[in-house]
Every structure is written in C-alpha cells, then in structure tokens.
C-alpha cells in the first residue's frame, strides 16, 4: 500500500494545514479503510464456498458487464500512475545521483557532511533537479546530464527491453527492497528533525488552508490497496483474521504516513512554503544521507517499474485478448505507449505531488469510494437487509468521492 507517495506526504500536509493535514491523514484512513473491508466482506460468501474470486468479477456478477468494465479500467488507472511517478522520480534521483558523483568525484566541491550541515533548499518555484542560487548544486542548462531534458530519454533503453520479458520472476525477488527504503525515509527524516529541532511559529503557520484538497486527493491514491487486496487475502493462513490484519495494516501506514509527514513539517527549518512535493529535493545533491536515499529508491524503483509494467499489461491483455502474452507486437506497441507517456510527464509535467492528487482522486473515485459501497449496497439489497439508514450512509461515502474529484480542479496547490 505505502509507496513513493510518502515522499510528497510533508508537501501534502502544508497543502492543507498543520492541524487540518494531520486530521486528515487519520480520518482518510478510517473511510478508505472501511471501504477496502467492504470489499473483503462482499466476497466473504463466495471465498468460503472455496472460491477464487477477483473483485472485477463481483462488479460484473452484481453491476453487469458496464461493473466490470470499470472495475478492471480503474484497476488498471493507478498502476499507470504509478508507473509515471516512478519515471519522473527515476529521473530525478538518477539526476541527482549523477551529480553527487560529478561534484565530489570529479570536481572539488565540498562533500556536505549529513550529520551536521542545517542547510536545505528552497527552490523559487518547483523544477525537479533544479535549485536556486542558495544550493551547492547549480544545473547548467546547456549540460547534457539535465534532470527533463536527457535523464528521462536515457531510462528508455534500460527499461524498454525490461518491460518486453514474459515473466517477471526475475524482478519478484527484490520486493523486501521497498520495505527496506521506507525504513530508511523514516530514519532519514528522525535523523533531520533531531538536527534541525522544532521549528513551528503557530503565529505564521496556518492551521487550515483551503487547498486542503490537495492532501485527499494524494491521500486517496496513497492508502489504494483495493484492486489487489483479494488477491492478497487469498493466502492467508487463516481467513477468519483478515478483517483485523486489515485494519493492522492501515493503522501502521497511517502512522507512518502522519510521522514522516508531521515530523519534516514540524522541524523544517525554513518557511513551510519551501518544501518540495518531494522531500529529497530540498536537498543539495552533495547531501551524503540523501544520496544514499536516492540510490536505495533508485534500485528499488528499477525492480519495481518492470513489475508494475507486467501487472498492467496481464490486466489489460486478459480482459482484451483473453491472452497475458497475445505477440510480441502486442506487447511493444502497450510498453511504446506507456513508456512514452511516462517520458511525456517527465519531460513536461515533472511535478509529482500534483501529478498524485489528480491521478489518485480519479483512479480513487471507483475503487476507493464508489464501487466497494454500490456493490454492498446491491448484494444487501438483494439480501433483503438494506436499510435506509446504510443505504443513505455509504451513498455519502460514494459522494465525497466525486467531490474528493471534483475539488481538485478547484484547488490551487
């Protein structure tokens, strides 16, 4: 579930406030969690009888073909927007990684020592990989090596062949890496803040902003875990504690999401405006502890894109050609297209946090809000159990799912 949105977490809460933000978090949480639970509990009957069932084919059976259309559409939605992300950030700390070993290998520019230096960056207005004039890292524009102009052409001929493989098993082995560079982003982020110290002017700082939807619409993509979540359920050694894992599972990313995000807020040392949608970049790239971050995010993301790349095209093949693999042609002309809007985005659109929130609040509407509540709603009211009470109630939900969407481009973030 908790992935490259908890780089742009601290951007998000200042979006919508300090108070506002960390309120946000923790309720998100609560909705998108109970809605993903609903998901388990529509499919329990069918998974006790032994079986094997996705819940695009519960959209169908309830919602008919125009259900699973959508369902499997909006399944495939965030993983596209995951594989854009990825892009722009490959490029970003590939980008940066390049000029970590230009300065301090190649040239004479002083290594910024991690465990005492208090600077950061405050770029005037965000452009991935580009710095102002307070940075030890100035990007020349006439320079091949530049963060949108080449790095994001380069990746192609790493990740094109990559993409075209059958299997990804390959790839699979790596997964613990994601893990791993969470744990690190957090130790990162306690290892800044006890540098910085507290630095919060309640007299300065607003409590609420009304951007705030910014926040949710990164926060609905940030917590999607439910166009996956029967297939992960499914080899639970005991099915009788999903709901309760379940629930483990989205306290413990809600935590994590509000300490990373809260923590860098509270102890950022400059005006709260200067964060980066994301958080590595409010660092020079002689930056030791950032270089390593980078690089640990980089390797993961290497694994990760092939793999996310895979997932869609079996989705979209299956339910096109009823085939994973239909030809090579096939298979080339999905990655041209989809590797070329990854390259687009980088290119053009490089802003991650914002990229997030409407790509989260549109893939998020269907699988976050509407579809888990209007199925439950059908099989209840099928059941004969359907009050007006729950029916009003999760109808709400499905709401502030379209409003969750419609804000987006009503909000200046």
């Not at 957090?186 to 803040?193: G, P």
């Not at 992960?232 to 999903?242: A, F, H, V």
Request: with cysteine; aromatic share 16%.
């Amino acid at each position: 579930m908790m992935g490259t949105s908890l780089l742009s977490m601290p951007w998000a809460i200042n979006q919508a406030g300090f108070v506002l933000g960390t309120i946000l978090v923790i309720v998100m949480a609560g909705i998108i969690f109970y809605t993903c639970y609903l998901i388990i509990k529509c499919s329990q009957e069918k998974v006790e009888h032994g079986d094997v069932v996705e819940f695009s084919a519960l959209c169908r059976e309830y919602l008919g073909k125009p259900g699973e259309l959508i369902a499997v559409l909006f399944s495939v939605a965030p993983l596209v927007s995951a594989v854009i992300v990825f892009w722009v950030l490959m490029s970003n700390f590939l980008f940066n990684s390049g000029k970590y070993i230009q300065e301090n290998i190649f040239s004479v520019a002083l290594v910024i020592n991690s465990s005492t230096t208090l600077e950061v960056l405050c770029p005037g207005g965000y452009s991935a990989g580009v710095t102002s004039s307070n940075s030890s890292v100035i990007q020349d524009e006439n320079s091949f090596w530049h963060v949108q102009h080449t790095v994001p052409y380069l990746l192609i001929a790493v990740f094109f062949p990559l993409c075209s493989v059958r299997s990804p098993t390959f790839f699979t082995k790596f997964n613990s890496l994601g893990t791993v560079s969470a744990i690190y982003i957090i130790i990162f982020t306690i290892i800044k803040a006890s540098i910085w110290g507290v630095n919060l002017d309640f007299k300065k700082i607003p409590m609420f902003k009304a951007s705030f939807p910014a926040l949710t619409g990164l926060l609905t993509l940030a917590y999607l875990i439910h166009n996956c979540i029967l297939s992960i359920m499914r080899n639970q050694e005991n099915p009788k504690n999903n709901e309760r894992d379940l629930s483990v599972a989205f306290c413990l990313v809600a935590f994590t999401y509000t300490l990373v995000g809260v923590l860098f807020f509270i102890s950022f040392p400059r005006e709260k405006d200067c964060i980066q949608q994301v958080l590595l970049d409010n660092f020079p790239a002689a930056d030791v502890m950032t270089f390593i971050a980078r690089l640990f995010l980089l390797f993961q993301l290497t694994t990760v894109f092939p793999l996310a790349m895979y997932v869609i095209r079996v989705q979209f093949m299956f339910y096109f050609f009823k085939k994973t693999y239909p030809s090579y042609l096939h298979v080339f002309i999905l990655n041209f297209v989809l590797i070329g809007t990854c390259v687009l985005f980088a290119v053009v659109y490089p802003h991650v946090g914002d990229f997030i929130r409407y790509a989260g609040s549109l893939s998020g509407v269907a699988y976050d809000y509407a579809l888990p509540c209007i199925v439950y709603i059908v099989i209840q009211k099928q059941k004969g159990k359907l009050s007006w009470l729950s029916a009003g109630f999760h109808s709400i939900i499905v709401l502030l799912g379209f409003a969750n969407l419609m804000a987006q481009f009503f909000t200046s973030a």
